[in-house]
């Protein structure tokens, strides 16, 4: 079983920066694609990001160049570095993890594990 804890979102002003973390528990993590959802008000849940166990990533185009994910599997823990934050970045972001890695179906694929979310706002 493994339990996912997000930390670190908040307010800030359009062009600023956040970063989240998301801490794991489990003796699985470092061989388990990670990565990060977001759900805004109104709006479907979408994939944001992605790593591999290897450190292979997949961002959504919405985020390249923006957004940096990172893990540390020492410390079980994966980080979701945002820049240049517009209003549009406003939402829930889940943690998220599981066993499988794929190209193609990243983004809709079911993953096992889900953190309860942190919120970022982004104002204008």
């Known amino acids: 079983q493994v339990q996912l804890v997000e930390s670190g979102g908040g307010l800030v002003q359009a062009g600023g920066s956040l970063r989240l973390s998301c801490a794991a528990s489990?003796?699985?993590?470092?061989?388990?694609?990670m990565g990060w959802f977001r759900q805004a008000p109104g709006k479907e849940r979408e994939a944001v990001v992605v790593i591999s166990w290897s450190g292979n990533t997949i961002y959504a185009d919405s985020v390249k160049g923006r957004f940096t994910i990172s893990r540390d599997n020492a410390k079980k823990t994966v980080y979701l570095q945002m820049n240049s934050l517009k209003p549009e970045d406003t939402a829930v972001y889940y943690c998220v993890g599981g066993p499988q890695w794929s190209r193609t179906g990243w983004a809709s694929m079911k993953y096992d594990y889900w953190g309860q979310g942190t919120q970022v706002t982004v104002s204008s």
């Open positions: 489990g003796r699985t993590f470092s061989s388990y694609t």
